[in-house]
């Protein structure tokens, strides 16, 4: 069988027969039987991956596709960078696990990672490394604030999503997620967050003057508002999970002065919207605005190597020795992997590609915007939501979705669904994508929303 390699710059996509194939098919029927029922990908993309490079992945039966998932969007630089692949493999010769202990791999990463900061931040800021999943950096970044606060309750917005342990899941908006699991975390309180187009007071998005961020104001302000001043409010520039819905500039200005003044410590959830996704390394750099506690995770290393941590204000470091530990904390694989990413996004620009391929992207989806099926077009940068909805009654169009994104793969795309109900079609593709690629991938959908359609 040919190799991604061997076609080399000559890759399109191209798909024989049914999906799955029958080789994926077998993959497929073994997953089911031996692993868990909360597998999730496989379930709407039925293929079984043998290889990818760059921008496309083989699947075992030969089908090759544009990967707009690019692994939840770890992979930054697409699949198998050769430069970030030559940076692991040569660290794996010298070490590759070392806990907490320094190391040139971390020394060199973590200098990286703070020359990536706006100037203002990069003296300032502390690093504190995790476990390997987002996940985990959320729940340290909230024990890191209650020690330093001495204060209990925690404020999140309706929509979003900060993972799926049992901390991060409080702090998530999707009730379905938590009702099979009593006793979350307590002390949690969601406020609406700036999703216009859905205006969470009701209001038409005419009149919208971020009136979502009053009621967080008066709560906040009101000795009987019911909150008490919280440990941290947390907070995504875009909510990724919750349909790519970037946040308004006013709401996150505003959510900022009314935070600082009250000592509460502000902490952005940069683990989708982090290294470059939106255009700038971080996308709070976007707001104008300056966090206590940033968390990133996924693109970290750039090629789907573990690693994750919290950036956060010195004066925040209360923390005893142990206070919060993670015995994969030590990467020194995805560490070197890292540091590499980070001088490739330098040299070739990657952050100016991003700015120009999501130009791109929002010219070429510009014509589903008069479209009857669709509600709404977002994004920022190389991150984008394409939101569907019945245009006669105007509840989300779940199982239209369902049915473009199984249009799209048979047609060679890989896409991924998000929002309310599944309705909105994610588009996530490595920072590095070529004009040409975009434009294929972007044919595919157009096409697959038109079969689609009733």
């Known amino acids: 069988m040919t190799t991604l390699d061997e076609i080399g710059s000559g890759l399109r996509p191209r798909v024989e027969g049914a999906l799955p194939g029958p080789l994926s098919a077998e993959f497929l029927a073994r997953q089911q039987r031996w692993e868990s029922n909360a597998r999730v990908y496989s379930r709407h993309l039925p293929i079984a991956i043998a290889e990818g490079s760059g921008s496309y992945v083989r699947d075992v039966d030969g089908n090759v596709f544009l990967d707009f998932l690019s692994g939840a969007g770890v992979l930054s630089l697409g699949h198998n960078h050769p430069e970030l692949a030559k940076a692991a493999a040569g660290q794996l010769d010298l070490l590759t696990h070392a806990l907490?202990?320094?190391?040139?791999?971390?020394?060199?990463?973590?200098?990286?990672?703070?020359?990536?900061?706006?100037?203002?931040?990069?003296?300032?800021?502390?690093?504190?490394?995790?476990?390997?999943?987002?996940?985990?950096?959320?729940?340290?970044?909230?024990?890191?604030?209650?020690?330093?606060?001495?204060?209990?309750?925690?404020?999140?917005?309706?929509?979003?999503?900060?993972?799926?342990?049992?901390?991060a899941m409080a702090l998530t908006?999707?009730?379905?997620?938590?009702?099979?699991?009593?006793?979350?975390?307590?002390?949690?309180h969601f406020f609406p967050y700036s999703s216009c187009s859905r205006c969470p007071v009701g209001l038409s998005p005419d009149s919208c003057a971020t009136n979502c961020v009053s009621y967080?104001?008066?709560?906040?302000?009101?000795?009987?508002?019911?909150?008490?001043?919280?440990?941290?409010?947390?907070?995504?520039?875009?909510?990724?999970?919750?349909?790519?819905?970037p946040a308004r500039r006013d709401f996150v200005r505003r959510v900022r002065e009314l935070t600082k003044p009250l000592d509460i410590p502000l902490i952005v959830d940069e683990v989708q919207t982090g290294c470059g996704r939106t255009g700038t390394w971080f996308a709070f750099e976007q707001y104008d605005i300056e966090p206590d506690v940033i968390v990133a995770s996924k693109a970290l290393s750039g090629i789907g190597l573990p690693v994750s941590l919290i950036i956060y204000d010195q004066h925040l470091d209360t923390w005893s020795p142990g206070a919060h530990t993670g015995t994969f904390r030590g990467n020194q694989l995805a560490f070197a992997a890292g540091t590499e990413a980070v001088r490739i996004v330098n040299r070739d620009d990657v952050l100016g590609n991003v700015r120009r391929r999501g130009e791109q992207l929002a010219e070429r989806l510009a014509p589903l915007r008069n479209h009857p099926w669709v509600r709404e077009v977002r994004g920022l940068g190389l991150m984008w939501g394409i939101e569907l909805a019945n245009p006669r009654y105007g509840e989300p169009a779940a199982t239209l979705a369902t049915a473009v994104q199984a249009c799209a793969l048979r047609n060679g795309l890989i896409i991924e669904l998000g929002g309310r109900e599944d309705c909105v079609l994610r588009l996530m593709p490595p920072l590095n994508i070529t004009a040409e690629d975009l434009d294929a991938a972007c044919d595919i959908l157009l096409d697959a929303i038109d079969e689609s359609c009733p």
């Open 216 to 245: 967080l104001e008066r709560a906040l302000h009101d000795p009987n508002g019911g909150v008490p001043r919280p440990a941290a409010v947390i907070l995504e520039m875009v909510q990724g999970e919750g349909g790519v819905i």
């Open 100 to 167: 907490d202990f320094p190391t040139p791999a971390k020394d060199a990463f973590v200098e990286a990672q703070l020359s990536m900061l706006p100037p203002k931040l990069r003296s300032r800021m502390k690093l504190h490394f995790c476990g390997p999943t987002g996940a985990n950096a959320v729940d340290a970044a909230i024990k890191l604030c209650k020690t330093a606060t001495g204060r209990g309750d925690l404020i999140s917005f309706q929509g979003g999503f900060h993972g799926s342990s049992h901390a």
């Open 173 to 188: 908006g999707l009730v379905a997620q938590k009702q099979p699991v009593p006793s979350g975390m307590p002390g949690v």
